[in-house]
C-alpha cells in the first residue's frame, strides 16, 4: 500500500476536522482545542498555503507514520479552509522504523517539503514544528529546520489518584478514568497524547507520587495496557508511581524490605507481568521515605538499595526514578539543607537505569527558590529536574502566572560545578507535575494552558527563551494578530514576577495558608512539625526578617559551589530577589534601591498588585482579537486575581506590622482590613488538598 492510500485512510476523519475548521463555523471556543486550534490564516499566509497545496505522502505504513499525515491534512484543511488538493506542492514523510528520539530535519526545495528521521516519531514531531510554523503565518517555502531533543525523557507526573482526586489540582477531576477502563477509552486519552506530542512530552506518569498501590494488583493491568496501546502512536510511554510497601500492601509479604530476595522477586515478578503486556513500559517513579510514604529507610536501607533493587526488576527495558524530595521532623537542620544532605554521600551508588528526580529549588515549588544545590553536586548520579506546572504555590488556577520564566531561571542557572542545570539534566531529563483536569479548558484556566505547553518546549529546547513560547502559544491559542502579541506577550512575561512580588517577594518563601496552600497565612507558627509553619521560613520578629542560611546560621550557602555561595553571602551584594532566602536582616536594612528593607517590602507587594491592575487592564483591550466566551473567562479571573492580589499584600503587610510596629512608608495604603479579619478566613473546602 503507498503514501497516497495512507492519506485516503485518513479522508474521514479529515471530513470530521473541516468541519470544525470553516471559518464562521458556529462552535464556542471552549479552550478544549489548546495550542491545536490552527485556526484559518488570513490575507497573504492564506494565499500562500493554499497556493502550496501539498499532496501529502509518505514512505511507510507505521502508526505513527499515519498519524503524521493524519495530522497534517487536519491542520491544513483547519489553516486554509479547505482539504489539500495536491495542485502540485508535496510534503513528503521520509522517516522509517520504530524508536528513534524525535530528532527531525524539515527541508524545503521550491513547493517541495520533506521531512525526515531516524524513526517515524521523527515525522510526527516534524509535522507538528510545521503545522506550529504554518500557524504562525510563516511562508512554507522558507521552513528548514533542524532539531535534535534536547534531553531523553520529557514526561508529566500526574498526581491523580485512582478516585478521580488530584492532589494539588485545580482544573477539576482526574482526567483518568480508571473506573471504566479498559473497557471505555475517553476520547480525551487521545487528544491528551497528541497535544502532548505535539509539544515533545513522551511520557506520562499516570498516579500519584503518594502512591496506591492498586496500580501494581492484576485488576489495573488492563487499565494500563489500554492507555498505554491508545499514547504507543503518539510516542508517549507509560509509567507509573510505585508504593514502595507494595509486597507487604498488595503482594502477601510481610516485608518490603529492598534487600529481602523474596522482595526483591516479587518486584521482578511485578515487572515482569507489566511488561509482558506493556512491552514499552517506562518504568517507576518512586516517592521514598517523604512526608510519610515508605521507604528503604523503613528497614535501614538506603535510597540506593531501595532505587538499586527496582531498577534491576526493571532491568534495561526501563527506568526508575527517584525522588530526592525529602525531609523529616527527627532532622532539626534547616529544611533546604536536607535532600542534599541524603543523597550526595550516595552519589554513584546508583545503577545506571536510576535517576534521582531533583525539584528545581531546595524547599517546594515557591514562587522563587534558588535552584536547588544537588544540581552539580552528583556527578555521577542522572539527575532530572522536576518542575510544577500546576500552580500549587502560584494561585491555583485563578492568578495568571506564566511559568517559562521561573524555569528558564533554574534551567540557564550556572551551577558552578560542570555547567547550567540544564547541562547537568541532560543525559536524563525533566518531569513536569501536570496541571490537566476535567474541566473543558483541561488547565483550569485558558493561561494555564501556557504552562504545560512551556514545559513541553523547555524539555524539548531547554535554550527556547519564554519570549519565543509565549508568542508561539499565545497566537496558536488566541491570535496571531501583532497588535494582541505585542500586549499579551509582554503581559504573560511578567506575570510571574508579579506573583512573587504579591506573595513572596525578596526571598520570602512559604507563606501559604496550612494543608490546602491557599491564600496568605504568615502567622501560623504553632504547627507540630517545625518546618510545617510559615515562621519558621520567615523568621520575623520586632528586629528583622528573613532565614540566615549563611555561616551564622543554618549555612546553606556551604551546599553551594563556592563561587555561587560568594555571589550570595552578602547581603548587601545578593540580588535583592534572593536575600531573605538566605539572610535575615533588620528592618531597616539598606536597600539597593535606597529604601530601607520595610519600605522596599511594602514596594513589592504594591508592585505586584499594580501589574495584576495592569494585566487586567492590556487583558480587556483584546476583546476584538477573542472569542467572546475565553474572554470572558480571562477577564473574570482576572478580577479574582486582583482581589487576591490584594488579599496576599494586605494580609501579609498587616502581619509584618503586628511584629515590627512600623507606620506603613509615605504614600503606602493601610491594608484594607484588621489582622484579625484576614487571620479569620478559612477555607476548608479549598480544592486539591492531599
Ligand atoms: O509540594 C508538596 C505538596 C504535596 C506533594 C509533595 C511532593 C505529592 O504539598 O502535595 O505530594 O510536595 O512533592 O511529594
Same mark, same amino acid.
Given at each position: 500500500?503507498?503514501?497516497?492510500?495512507?492519506?485516503?485512510?485518513?479522508?474521514?476523519?479529515?471530513?470530521?476536522?473541516?468541519?470544525?475548521?470553516?471559518?464562521?463555523?458556529?462552535?464556542?471556543?471552549?479552550?478544549?482545542?489548546?495550542?491545536?486550534?490552527?485556526?484559518?490564516?488570513?490575507?497573504?499566509?492564506?494565499? =500562500?498555503?493554499?497556493?502550496?497545496?501539498?499532496?501529502?505522502?509518505?514512505?511507510?505504513?507505521?502508526?505513527?507514520?499515519?498519524?503524521?499525515?493524519?495530522?497534517?491534512?487536519?491542520?491544513?484543511?483547519?489553516?486554509?479552509?479547505?482539504?489539500?488538493?495536491?495542485?502540485?506542492?508535496?510534503?513528503?514523510?521520509?522517516?522509517?522504523?520504530?524508536?528513534?528520539?524525535?530528532?527531525?530535519?524539515?527541508?524545503?526545495?521550491?513547493?517541495?517539503?520533506?521531512?525526515?528521521?531516524?524513526?517515524?516519531?521523527?515525522?510526527?514531531?516534524?509535522?507538528?514544528?510545521?503545522?506550529?510554523?504554518?500557524?504562525?503565518? !510563516?511562508?512554507?517555502?522558507?521552513?528548514?529546520?533542524?532539531? *535534535?531533543?534536547?534531553?531523553?525523557?520529557?514526561?508529566?507526573?500526574?498526581?491523580?489518584?485512582?478516585?478521580?482526586?488530584?492532589?494539588?489540582? $485545580?482544573?477539576?477531576?482526574?482526567?483518568?478514568?480508571?473506573?471504566?477502563?479498559?473497557?471505555?477509552?475517553?476520547?480525551? %486519552?487521545?487528544?491528551?497524547?497528541?497535544? &502532548?506530542?505535539?509539544?515533545?512530552?513522551?511520557?506520562?506518569?499516570?498516579?500519584?507520587? &503518594?502512591?496506591?498501590?492498586?496500580?501494581?494488583?492484576?485488576?489495573?493491568?488492563?487499565?494500563?495496557?489500554?492507555?498505554?496501546?491508545?499514547?504507543?502512536? $503518539?510516542?508517549?510511554?507509560?509509567?507509573?508511581?510505585?508504593?514502595?510497601?507494595?509486597?507487604?500492601?498488595?503482594?502477601?509479604?510481610?516485608?518490603?524490605?529492598?534487600?529481602?530476595?523474596?522482595?526483591?522477586?516479587?518486584?521482578?515478578?511485578?515487572?515482569?507481568?507489566?511488561?509482558?503486556?506493556?512491552?514499552?513500559?517506562?518504568?517507576?517513579?518512586?516517592?521514598?521515605?517523604?512526608?510519610?510514604?515508605?521507604?528503604?529507610?523503613?528497614?535501614? =536501607?538506603?535510597?540506593?538499595?531501595?532505587?538499586?533493587?527496582?531498577?534491576?526488576?526493571?532491568?534495561?527495558?526501563?527506568?526508575?526514578?527517584?525522588?530526592?524530595?525529602?525531609?523529616?521532623?527527627?532532622?532539626?537542620?534547616?529544611?533546604?539543607?536536607?535532600?542534599?544532605?541524603?543523597?550526595?554521600?550516595?552519589?554513584?551508588?546508583?545503577?545506571?537505569?536510576?535517576?534521582?528526580?531533583?525539584? &528545581?529549588?531546595?524547599?517546594?515549588?515557591?514562587?522563587?527558590?534558588?535552584?536547588?544545590?544537588?544540581?552539580?553536586?552528583?556527578?555521577?548520579?542522572?539527575? %532530572?529536574?522536576?518542575?510544577?506546572?500546576?500552580?500549587?504555590?502560584?494561585?491555583?488556577?485563578?492568578?495568571?502566572?506564566?511559568?517559562?520564566?521561573?524555569?528558564?531561571?533554574?534551567?540557564?542557572?550556572?551551577?558552578?560545578?560542570?555547567?547550567?542545570?540544564?547541562?547537568?539534566?541532560?543525559?536524563?531529563?525533566?518531569?513536569?507535575?501536570?496541571?490537566?483536569?476535567?474541566?473543558?479548558?483541561?488547565?483550569?484556566?485558558?493561561?494555564?494552558?501556557?504552562?504545560?505547553?512551556?514545559?513541553?518546549?523547555?524539555?524539548?529546547?531547554?535554550?527556547?527563551?519564554?519570549?519565543?513560547?509565549?508568542?508561539?502559544?499565545?497566537?496558536?491559542?488566541?491570535?496571531?494578530?501583532?497588535?494582541?502579541? *505585542?500586549?499579551?506577550?509582554?503581559?504573560?512575561?511578567?506575570?510571574?514576577?508579579?506573583?512573587?512580588?504579591?506573595?513572596?517577594?525578596?526571598?520570602?518563601?512559604?507563606?501559604?495558608?496550612?494543608?490546602?496552600?491557599?491564600?496568605?497565612?504568615?502567622?501560623?507558627?504553632?504547627?507540630?512539625?517545625?518546618?510545617? &509553619?510559615?515562621?519558621?521560613?520567615?523568621?520575623?520578629?520586632?528586629?528583622?526578617?528573613?532565614?540566615?542560611?549563611?555561616?551564622?546560621?543554618?549555612?546553606?550557602?556551604?551546599? $553551594?559551589?563556592?563561587?555561587?555561595?560568594?555571589?550570595?553571602?552578602?547581603?548587601? %551584594?545578593?540580588?535583592?530577589?534572593?536575600?531573605?532566602?538566605?539572610?535575615?536582616?533588620?528592618?531597616?536594612?539598606?536597600?539597593?534601591?535606597?529604601?530601607?528593607?520595610?519600605?522596599?517590602?511594602?514596594?513589592?507587594?504594591?508592585?505586584? !498588585?499594580?501589574?495584576?491592575?495592569?494585566?487586567?487592564?492590556?487583558?480587556?483591550?483584546?476583546?476584538?482579537?477573542?472569542?467572546?466566551?475565553?474572554?470572558?473567562?480571562?477577564?473574570? $479571573?482576572?478580577?479574582?486575581?486582583?482581589?487576591?492580589?490584594?488579599?496576599?499584600?494586605?494580609?501579609?503587610?498587616?502581619?509584618?506590622?503586628?511584629?515590627?510596629?512600623?507606620?506603613?512608608?509615605?504614600?503606602?495604603?493601610?491594608?484594607?482590613?484588621?489582622?484579625?479579619?484576614?487571620?479569620?478566613?478559612?477555607?476548608?473546602?479549598?480544592?486539591?488538598?492531599?
Amino acid at each position: 500500500m503507498g503514501g497516497r492510500s495512507l492519506v485516503n485512510r485518513c479522508a474521514a476523519l479529515i471530513a470530521s476536522a473541516l468541519l470544525f475548521a470553516l471559518p464562521g463555523a458556529v462552535r464556542a471556543e471552549d479552550g478544549y482545542a489548546l495550542w491545536l486550534r490552527y485556526a484559518p490564516l488570513e490575507g497573504e499566509a492564506l494565499e =500562500r498555503l493554499r497556493a502550496f497545496d501539498p499532496a501529502i505522502t509518505a514512505a511507510g505504513e507505521g502508526a505513527t507514520l499515519a498519524l503524521a499525515s493524519q495530522e497534517l491534512a487536519r491542520g491544513l484543511t483547519s489553516l486554509t479552509g479547505g482539504m489539500p488538493q495536491g495542485g502540485g506542492g508535496e510534503i513528503a514523510l521520509n522517516c522509517r522504523g520504530e524508536g528513534g528520539d524525535g530528532s527531525f530535519t524539515i527541508e524545503t526545495r521550491g513547493r517541495s517539503i520533506r521531512i525526515s528521521g531516524p524513526g517515524e516519531l521523527s515525522c510526527l514531531y516534524g509535522a507538528y514544528a510545521l503545522l506550529r510554523e504554518l500557524s504562525l503565518g !510563516v511562508d512554507p517555502a522558507a521552513i528548514n529546520l533542524s532539531e *535534535a531533543p534536547g534531553m531523553p525523557l520529557r514526561l508529566l507526573n500526574h498526581w491523580d489518584n485512582p478516585d478521580g482526586h488530584v492532589e494539588r489540582g $485545580y482544573a477539576g477531576r482526574s482526567i483518568f478514568d480508571w473506573w471504566r477502563l479498559p473497557e471505555h477509552l475517553d476520547q480525551r %486519552m487521545i487528544d491528551y497524547a497528541r497535544a &502532548n506530542a505535539s509539544i515533545g512530552i513522551n511520557g506520562s506518569v499516570v498516579n500519584n507520587v &503518594n502512591a496506591s498501590p492498586l496500580f501494581l494488583t492484576p485488576r489495573y493491568l488492563p487499565k494500563l495496557k489500554r492507555l498505554a496501546d491508545a499514547w504507543r502512536p $503518539y510516542g508517549i510511554r507509560l509509567y507509573i508511581s510505585a508504593r514502595f510497601s507494595a509486597p507487604r500492601d498488595v503482594g502477601g509479604l510481610e516485608t518490603a524490605d529492598p534487600l529481602d530476595p523474596r522482595v526483591q522477586a516479587w518486584w521482578k515478578a511485578k515487572a515482569d507481568e507489566i511488561y509482558a503486556e506493556i512491552p514499552d513500559f517506562g518504568g517507576f517513579l518512586v516517592k521514598a521515605n517523604s512526608e510519610g510514604q515508605p521507604g528503604p529507610q523503613d528497614y535501614g =536501607r538506603t535510597h540506593a538499595d531501595g532505587a538499586n533493587m527496582l531498577g534491576r526488576a526493571i532491568g534495561e527495558r526501563g527506568v526508575v526514578i527517584w525522588r530526592a524530595f525529602v525531609y523529616s521532623e527527627l532532622d532539626a537542620t534547616d529544611r533546604a539543607k536536607q535532600a542534599y544532605a541524603e543523597f550526595v554521600p550516595l552519589d554513584g551508588q546508583f545503577d545506571d537505569n536510576v535517576i534521582v528526580q531533583v525539584k &528545581n529549588g531546595p524547599i517546594d515549588f515557591q514562587p522563587r527558590e534558588p535552584f536547588h544545590p544537588l544540581f552539580g553536586a552528583m556527578p555521577n548520579t542522572k539527575l %532530572m529536574l522536576e518542575a510544577q506546572i500546576t500552580k500549587e504555590y502560584l494561585g491555583f488556577s485563578t492568578h495568571l502566572s506564566f511559568l517559562a520564566p521561573m524555569w528558564e531561571e533554574v534551567l540557564r542557572a550556572d551551577t558552578g560545578r560542570g555547567g547550567t542545570v540544564a547541562e547537568i539534566i541532560a543525559p536524563a531529563g525533566m518531569a513536569g507535575v501536570a496541571n490537566t483536569g476535567s474541566d473543558r479548558n483541561w488547565s483550569g484556566s485558558h493561561f494555564d494552558q501556557a504552562n504545560w505547553y512551556a514545559f513541553g518546549r523547555l524539555a524539548w529546547n531547554p535554550g527556547l527563551p519564554s519570549e519565543q513560547i509565549a508568542r508561539e502559544w499565545g497566537a496558536q491559542t488566541f491570535s496571531r494578530d501583532e497588535r494582541f502579541l *505585542a500586549a499579551v506577550v509582554p503581559m504573560m512575561l511578567g506575570s510571574r514576577q508579579a506573583t512573587v512580588d504579591y506573595m513572596n517577594p525578596l526571598g520570602l518563601a512559604h507563606l501559604f495558608d496550612t494543608g490546602h496552600h491557599y491564600g496568605p497565612a504568615p502567622w501560623v507558627c504553632d504547627l507540630a512539625r517545625p518546618e510545617w &509553619n510559615p515562621c519558621y521560613y520567615h523568621k520575623a520578629d520586632a528586629e528583622g526578617i528573613g532565614f540566615d542560611r549563611t555561616r551564622s546560621g543554618s549555612n546553606a550557602l556551604e551546599q $553551594y559551589a563556592l563561587s555561587i555561595a560568594a555571589q550570595w553571602s552578602d547581603p548587601r %551584594m545578593i540580588d535583592p530577589d534572593y536575600l531573605l532566602w538566605f539572610h535575615h536582616v533588620p528592618w531597616d536594612f539598606p536597600m539597593p534601591s535606597g529604601r530601607p528593607l520595610w519600605d522596599e517590602l511594602v514596594a513589592r507587594y504594591d508592585r505586584g !498588585v499594580a501589574a495584576v491592575d495592569e494585566m487586567a487592564r492590556t487583558w480587556a483591550a483584546q476583546e476584538r482579537f477573542v472569542d467572546a466566551e475565553r474572554f470572558r473567562d480571562v477577564s473574570e $479571573y482576572l478580577r479574582i486575581h486582583r482581589q487576591e492580589a490584594q488579599w496576599w499584600r494586605d494580609a501579609s503587610i498587616a502581619y509584618w506590622r503586628s511584629l515590627n510596629g512600623l507606620d506603613m512608608p509615605a504614600g503606602a495604603a493601610e491594608p484594607e482590613h484588621t489582622l484579625e479579619h484576614y487571620r479569620s478566613l478559612t477555607f476548608p473546602e479549598a480544592p486539591g488538598n492531599g
